[in-house]
C-alpha cells in the first residue's frame, strides 16, 4: 500500500570511498542514536521501499513516545537506493560515516548482499525484512540478518499452491535474476513431484519490448496456468501479450507483485478471478498483528499495512531491544544480543514490554506484528505465507500458510 508519508530522496553524484579503518561509532544517551533506513523509494521496487521505510518509522515513533531508548531517542535517516547496489553502498556508507549509524535497515536483496561486507567490517547491524536472495543463507547470521524467510520458501508454498489447486498442466516464465529462479526451482521440483504436466520452462530476460517470442511456446501447449516470478515491469508486458494471445487460464505471480497498483498498471479486467499471488506474510489473526494494523491505520489516514510493512516494524523493534539488552549504543551490542531477544524467554508483543522485563533482570521473547521472529545460523526466520486472490481490483486473502508448514 503506497505510503502517506513523504521521504527525501537523498542521492550523491560522486562516490564515496570506503574505508577499512571505519569502526563502530558509540552514541550518548543525549545524543540519541541513529537507524539508517536504506530503501528503493523509486524504481521498480519503489513501492517496497515506502512500506518498509513506513514501517520502521511507525516503530520508532512509537519507541520514541514512550521515552526513547537507554541510548536515548531514535532518529532516522532515509536515503534511496533505487534497487542499485553501488548506490546503496555509497549510501549505506555515508550513514556510518557522516550519521553514526549502528544499523542499517531495509536493503533489498542485491544491496544486502553488496553491503554484507561492510556492515561486519564496520560492526553495522544490517537487516532487512524482504531481502530473500539465497546468497544469504552463506553470508548471514553475523551483523547481518532477516525478518523474512529465504527465497526457498517462495518456492515452496508456490509448489505446493499449485499442486493444492489441482491443475493438470503448468507453464513457468521465470525473469533471469537469482531472486526469481531460486524459488522457482523449488517449485518446480514439487510441480513434477506432484505428477503436473510442466509444459514450459522459460527464463527470459527483463528489459525487452516485448516478450512474444517467449510466450510462443507458452500459448502453444494452452496450460491450466502459468507461473510468473518476474518484477514489474516486466511482468505487465508478459501479462498483457499473453492475453492478447489467446491464454485464458490462470496466473500465479511471486511477491513483486503483491501491491494495489499492478492492477492500473495491467488492467483489473485482465487480474480479477484468474490470477493469484503468494507472498511472506503474517498472520492477520494473531493479536499483535491487528493491533498493529490499528496503529498502522491510525497513523496513515485509514491504510492498511502493506506487504512486509509488519516484518518491517518489528524488524525495528528487534534492532531496539537488542540495543537496550546490550546496554550499549552499538552495532557491536545489538548484534551480540539480537538472537537473545527473540529466543527464549518471557513472551513480550512491544518495545514497551520488552524493555521494562529487561530492566527487571528478565531473558525476553519479542514476537511481533509479523508473527514469531527466532533466526537462524544464517540469520534468517521462518515465515508464514500468503496467496491472495485478484477479486474487483484488490488482492483478497486466499490461503493462509503457517509458518509451521515449512518447517521439516
Not at 507458452?218 to 508478459?238: C, R
Request: proline share 4%; with cysteine.
Amino acid at each position: 500500500m503506497t505510503s502517506k508519508l513523504t521521504f527525501k530522496k537523498r542521492l550523491a553524484s560522486s562516490v564515496v570511498a570506503l574505508s577499512m579503518a571505519l569502526g563502530p561509532q558509540a552514541a550518548s544517551a543525549e545524543e540519541g542514536v541513529t537507524f539508517g533506513v536504506l530503501v528503493p523509494l523509486t524504481g521498480e521496487l519503489g513501492e517496497f521501499g515506502k512500506i518498509v521505510a513506513n514501517g520502521v518509522q511507525l516503530a520508532v515513533n512509537q519507541i520514541n513516545d514512550e521515552g526513547g531508548t537507554s541510548c536515548g531517542p531514535i532518529r532516522t535517516v532515509v536515503a534511496d537506493t533505487g534497487g542499485n547496489p553501488e548506490t546503496g553502498i555509497r549510501e549505506a556508507s555515508k550513514m556510518i560515516e557522516s550519521e553514526s549509524a549502528v544499523a542499517i535497515l531495509g536493503p533489498t536483496s542485491g544491496v544486502m548482499v553488496a553491503l554484507a561486507d561492510l556492515a561486519k567490517r564496520t560492526e553495522t547491524m544490517l537487516m532487512s525484512p524482504y531481502a530473500g536472495t539465497i546468497t544469504l543463507n552463506e553470508l548471514g547470521g553475523d551483523f547481518v540478518f532477516r525478518t523474512v524467510a529465504s527465497d526457498l520458501g517462495d518456492g515452496a508454498v508456490s509448489g505446493l499452491w499449485l499442486e493444492e489447486r489441482g491443475y493438470k498442466s503448468v507453464a513457468f516464465l521465470i525473469q533471469n535474476e537469482e531472486s526469481t529462479i531460486s524459488p522457482a526451482e523449488i517449485a518446480k521440483s514439487a510441480v513434477e513431484d506432484a505428477g503436473i504436466e510442466l509444459t514450459d520452462y522459460i527464463v527470459y530476460n527483463p528489459g525487452q519490448p516485448s516478450y512474444q517470442a517467449e510466450l510462443i511456446s507458452v500459448l502453444a501447449h494452452n496450460p491450466d496456468a502459468i507461473y510468473l516470478a518476474g518484477g514489474q515491469n516486466s511482468s505487465v508486458t508478459v501479462i498483457k501479450e499473453a492475453t492478447a494471445g489467446g491464454f485464458e487460464g490462470e496466473w500465479l505471480f511471486t511477491a513483486d507483485l503483491a501491491v494495489p497498483e499492478v492492477f492500473d498498471l495491467i488492467g483489473a479486467e485482465l487480474l480479477n478471478d484468474r490470477a493469484f499471488v503468494e507472498q511472506a506474510d503474517s498472520d492477520p489473526s494473531l493479536p499483535e498483528y491487528q493491533a498493529y494494523s490499528e496503529l498502522h491505520q491510525s497513523k496513515t489516514d485509514g491504510e492498511d499495512p502493506g506487504p512486509f510493512s509488519a516484518n518491517s516494524y518489528d524488524m525495528a523493534n528487534l534492532v531496539a531491544l537488542a540495543m537496550e539488552a546490550s546496554g550499549e549504543c552499538t552495532g557491536a551490542g545489538i548484534n551480540s544480543k539480537i538472537r537473545d531477544v527473540a529466543h527464549e524467554g518471557d513472551v513480550v508483543t512491544t518495545f514497551a514490554e520488552g524493555r521494562a522485563a529487561l530492566q527487571q533482570g528478565a531473558e525476553i521473547n519479542y514476537e511481533g506484528a509479523s508473527g514469531p521472529v527466532a533466526f537462524d545460523e544464517t540469520g534468517t526466520v521462518t515465515s508464514p505465507y500468503t496467496v491472495s486472490a485478484a477479486k474487483d481490483g484488490v488482492w483478497v486473502l486466499e490461503k493462509f500458510y503457517p509458518a509451521s508448514t515449512f518447517i521439516e
